[in-house]
Every structure is written in structure tokens, then in C-alpha cells.
């Protein structure tokens, strides 16, 4: 079945500095791939999406992500990270079931920044 | 703010209760989804309704269950509630019925506590 896995729980960076969470994805074809973010208390929020074409995404609020099929991996970088980038970030991919398909989660990374 | 409304926003209630959430979605959007959200679970999707039909189901237990009224908000029940499901339950909503091909707009979460 296909998944996500997020290898780390919690990522601290100082402002400024250059930010890079892992995702890996699990699935024999090209996956559809997404990064959400969520800020607290808040419902998840869209960062950006790959589906097909170039492998270096971007996305809102400054985000990119580069898709890589040699490493299964889907990484989400900014280049200098801002104290409101503090939240919680979860990779996602479309697990296909036949004639369903789900929006399936990673367990999180949950980033705090320093001043 | 994602235009999508869920009610209430706090939910405190004893085992064995039986609660209903409301999600309205975004103005235009024919689907809805329900997660559900725990610190030992991640973020874990319920089922899926498109245009009032159900669309695709996960990991939802029997004793919860949800439809999408012709005026496409949807209710999640939880019946004989556990303590276990303590939890923060989000509904999101799409233009289309696929989880790829229109992206997912998420409501800030009915956090349900059972004591």
C-alpha cells in the first residue's frame, strides 16, 4: 500500500537559517505528492503539490520541494526560514484502492524556530 | 481562512455518549472528507462524500458513521462513545472527487474530549 514516512518528529532551526524536511514515499509509480502545514490550532493548510512534469515544486509562503525517484524521497526546503514558519508540516500521497483513492498522511514534523 | 466551517468546536462528553459533528464546506465544493486527528493515530482518514454519495472509505470504526445532506454539509456521528476517541476531528473539502485532482480545503477541527 502506498505511504508516507517522515523520519523526523521534531526539527529545531534558527530564524534565518535553511530548513529541509524528509519525506519518503512508498509506491511503485509515480506518486501524486503533497505538503500541508499546520499552524496551531488551525486545520491543515496546502503548501504545494506534485503530480507529474518538473521535479523541483513551489509552493506558497516561500516553500519548494524536489521529487526525486532514485530516493523515493519528496523533501520540503525553504532558504531562510521565518519565526511564523513555526508548525507542524505533514507529507501526504494518494494511496489508490481501485475505484477509491485517500489522501494518506505522515505522522508530522513538527518544527519550532529560534530566535 | 479556508471557508470551510465546522461546529462545535469543542465537544466534552462522557462514554458511551453519542455526538454529531456539522461541516459545512467551501462554497462550490462537492466533496467532503473527515479525518481524525490523535497524538498515538496522526492524522487518519474517515471517509469521503461526493456530492452526496459516499466515495471512498477508510479507517472508520462501525459505531461512527456520516452522510452529506443535499445541501452538501455533512455530519460525522459517534456513537457509544470510548475514550479512545478523544481526538480532534477535521473535515475538509474539494471542488471534484478525487483526492489528486482538486486540492483538499480543511475546517479548524471539532476537538472531542470523553471523560
Known amino acids: 500500500a502506498q505511504s508516507v514516512t517522515q523520519p523526523d518528529i521534531h526539527i529545531t532551526v534558527s530564524e534565518g537559517a535553511s530548513l529541509e524536511l524528509r519525506c519518503n514515499y512508498s509506491y511503485g509509480a509515480t506518486p501524486y505528492l503533497f505538503w500541508y502545514v499546520q499552524s496551531p490550532g488551525q486545520g491543515l493548510q496546502l503548501l504545494l503539490k506534485y503530480f507529474s512534469g518538473d521535479t523541483l515544486v513551489q509552493g506558497i509562503k516561500g516553500f519548494e520541494a524536489e521529487f526525486k525517484r532514485s530516493q523515493s524521497s519528496f523533501n520540503l526546503r525553504k532558504p531562510s526560514v521565518h519565526w511564523s514558519d513555526a508548525a507542524e508540516y505533514f507529507c501526504a500521497v494518494v494511496a489508490y484502492g481501485g475505484a477509491t483513492n485517500k489522501l494518506i498522511f505522515g505522522t508530522g514534523t513538527l518544527l519550532a524556530v529560534q530566535p | 481562512d479556508s471557508g470551510v466551517t465546522q461546529t462545535p468546536k469543542h465537544l466534552i462528553t462522557a462514554t458511551g455518549q453519542r455526538v454529531t459533528l456539522r461541516c459545512s464546506p467551501r462554497?462550490?465544493?462537492?466533496?467532503v472528507y473527515w479525518y481524525q486527528q490523535s497524538l498515538d493515530q496522526g492524522l487518519q482518514f474517515l471517509i469521503q462524500?461526493?456530492?452526496?454519495?459516499?466515495?471512498a472509505k477508510g479507517n472508520i470504526l462501525e459505531r461512527f458513521s456520516a452522510q452529506q445532506f443535499p445541501d452538501l454539509h455533512s455530519e460525522l456521528n459517534l456513537s457509544s462513545l470510548e475514550l479512545g476517541d478523544s481526538a480532534l476531528y477535521f473535515c475538509?473539502?474539494?471542488?471534484?472527487?478525487?483526492?489528486?485532482?482538486?486540492?483538499?480545503?480543511f475546517g479548524n477541527g471539532t476537538r472531542l474530549t470523553v471523560t
Open positions: 462524500y461526493y456530492n452526496g454519495e459516499e466515495r
Open positions: 462554497s462550490g465544493d462537492l466533496s
Open positions: 475538509a473539502s474539494s471542488v471534484l472527487g478525487e483526492p489528486y485532482n482538486s486540492p483538499l480545503h
